[in-house]
């Protein structure tokens, strides 16, 4: 079975600190993604990566930044959390152009 | 524009009772659709989904989906829902264009009633 990983399920920071979410899949794909989730929104893409060192800015990737070093490795980074940056944050990862599968997500609340 | 429409919010059914989630997508040629499944405090797991061939898609624990080209829609189905079937439903058209973006519904939350 595919595993997708997090580094947190809950955190809590304050305004103006850096972040690092962390993201790892076991099965060698080559695309990993990060979204956030907002009620009433679904997902939203901020940024993809389709291999290592490469990355792809997604609908809303503005206050985020993201590292990808290793394959199985996918790091988002929030350089100065802010407030409107509470949410669910989800990392997926999939073969070339096929399914995502998900990890259990990220809920970070920014005081 | 490429979009997603999940029409209901929310739908509460009975167990026992068929459930049918509304799903339309607007996109320039045949897509990708997915249905994916997300339990409280849990990510997203696929349910089914439909590339090419028989337009009516059977997934995992017992749901449906048809593609009609005609209507631009991929609704899914369920012919007795199960108390544990209460979720959070998202259908997802992607890739686009060859590339690697998928596009999210925002959502259908099924409540099931005993």
């Known amino acids: 079975d595919v595993k997708v990983t997090q580094s947190s399920r809950y955190l809590v920071k304050r305004t103006g600190e850096k972040v690092f979410l962390e993201c790892v899949q076991d099965?060698?794909?080559?695309?990993m993604f990060w979204y956030r989730q907002d009620p009433g929104l679904g997902l939203r893409l901020i940024y993809f990566?389709?291999?290592?060192?490469?990355?792809e800015k997604g609908d809303i990737p503005e206050g985020y930044s993201v590292s990808r070093e290793k394959k199985e490795r996918f790091s988002l980074i929030l350089e100065s959390a802010s407030t409107n940056q509470t949410s669910m944050y989800l990392c997926?990862?999939?073969?070339?152009?096929?399914?995502?599968?998900f990890g259990p997500g990220t809920r970070l609340l920014v005081l | 524009a490429q979009s997603v429409t999940q029409p209901d919010i929310h739908i509460t059914v009975s167990e026992g009772a068929s459930l049918e989630l509304r799903c339309n997508y607007s996109?320039?040629?045949?897509?990708?659709l997915f249905w994916y499944v997300q339990s409280p405090g849990q990510g997203l797991q696929l349910l089914l989904k439909?590339?090419?061939?028989?337009?009516l898609v059977q997934g995992i624990k017992g749901f449906e989906a048809e593609f009609k080209r005609s209507q631009s829609s991929f609704n899914l189905r369920k012919p007795s829902v199960h108390w544990s079937d209460a979720a959070e439903y998202f259908c997802?058209?992607?890739?686009?264009?060859?590339?690697?973006?998928?596009?999210f519904g925002a959502g259908t939350r099924l409540f099931v009633k005993a």
């Open positions: 439909y590339f090419s061939g028989d337009t």
């Open positions: 099965m060698d794909h080559e695309n």
């Open positions: 990566s389709y291999d290592v060192k490469m990355k």
């Open positions: 997926a990862s999939s073969p070339a152009q096929e399914t995502q599968y």
């Open positions: 996109y320039g040629a045949t897509p990708y």
């Open positions: 997802a058209v992607g890739p686009l264009g060859g590339g690697f973006k998928t596009i």
